[in-house]
């Protein structure tokens, strides 16, 4: 029993499965305990101090490349956020080479950047962000030379369909909308239409500067210095029907009615013919290269004014309705002149006044 343990060194048989030996073990005969031999805290100590060294080197690990590792010991724990703070643009893999790496110069070596770190301070050394590129529409449309074509414009719900019952509303059978045919000015021919009212559902969609066609128009063509671009008060919201044979549109480019130029907006409403849409992408002009396109239901060309040539070939069967609009940048002045280019066709007030004036002066006569 422990209580009759002598004092002293006791040899005892320590029976393992793999192994069978003898060793000392001493008890302490005051505590009746015990005592680890030297040689196990020994062991005990270096066992201790491996341990260290792991957790030194696994902490060392996690610290991103081109902190200090003064700066990260000083950071607390909860917050291992701020070791990306710390990290320089040269070596945050979001980046690209510097300068001196993409021109082929020697790379420098760690302690040469951190002594640039530290002369240039923070605000230039620690750079999270590069400069914002150039959206993909702008570059197709600045590419193209100023005209894009896009499918899906509105929404399927609340833009399009809301356009399309009050179109139809408009120039169906029994509409209020009266349509006349185009002015002897435009490179037009055979075609029919009407100014939209001002008031109606349409015009409040493509003015709305958070609705589809706005922010599509403001990517390819706003911000900046000049501002964003609106509906145009001036220019009415004009419908525009091919139905008769032959209608279409010869080669031409559109008047610039403002300074700066405004933006043509041919939204297609319906479109069951065969005209065909072409244009001429390109900066040089000597050597163009042509588009063609059959422009399906809610699709939108986006046309720079004095641009991008273009025409539609004459019709042979089907219909197609267009809506056609233009947006100016906020501020833009007319040109002179430009009011005779703004309709193109002739409102239904000043036709039924002039039947009216012609039979009452039949009447008097």
């Not at 956020?81 to 990290?87: A, I, K």
């Not at 050597?287 to 070939?313: D, F, Q, W, Y």
Request: glycine share 8%; proline share 5%; charged share 25%.
């Amino acid at each position: 029993r422990p209580d009759h343990r002598p004092p002293g060194e006791m040899t005892i048989t320590c029976n393992n499965v793999h192994q069978s030996k003898k060793r000392h073990v001493r008890y302490d005969h005051i505590t009746n305990q015990q005592k680890v031999p030297l040689c196990d805290q020994r062991n005990n100590a270096a066992a201790l101090g491996r341990l260290h060294v792991a957790l030194l080197l696994l902490a060392y690990a996690t610290i991103p490349r081109g902190v200090p590792a003064a700066h990260a010991l000083l950071l607390p724990a909860s917050k291992p956020q701020l070791l990306h703070s710390l990290v320089p643009r040269s070596h945050s893999r979001r980046h690209r080479l510097s300068s001196s790496e993409e021109q082929g110069e020697p790379k420098p070596s760690c302690w040469q950047q951190q002594q640039r770190q530290y002369m240039s301070g923070p605000s230039s050394s620690y750079q999270k962000f590069s400069a914002p590129a150039i959206a993909p529409l702008k570059r197709q449309y600045q590419k193209a030379g100023g005209i894009l074509y896009r499918q899906s414009v509105l929404s399927q719900e609340g833009e399009f369909d809301a356009c399309k019952r009050e179109l139809v509303s408009l120039i169906g059978k029994g509409g209020s909308l009266r349509l006349a045919d185009e002015t002897t000015s435009s490179v037009a021919s055979n075609r029919v239409g009407g100014a939209i009212p001002s008031d109606s559902v349409i015009v409040d969609i493509l003015r709305n500067p958070k609705g589809s066609i706005a922010r599509l128009i403001n990517e390819v063509e706003g911000g900046g210095r000049q501002g964003n671009l609106v509906l145009s008060e001036d220019v009415p919201v004009e419908v525009r029907i091919y139905e008769k044979t032959g209608a279409g549109m010869e080669w031409h480019a559109d008047d610039v009615l403002f300074d700066p130029a405004q933006i043509e907006v041919v939204l297609t409403m319906e479109n069951t013919s065969d005209c065909v849409t072409t244009w001429e992408e390109g900066k040089d002009d000597s050597n163009p290269r042509r588009v063609e396109v059959e422009t399906t239901s809610n699709s939108a060309i986006l046309i720079k004014a004095g641009g991008a040539r273009h025409k539609v070939s004459p019709l042979k069967y089907g219909r197609r309705v267009i809506l056609k609009f233009v947006y100016a940048r906020e501020g833009a002045t007319l040109i002179d002149g430009a009011e005779q280019h703004m309709k193109q066709f002739a409102s239904s007030s000043s036709r039924s006044k002039k039947r009216k004036r012609g039979a009452n002066g039949k009447k008097k006569r």
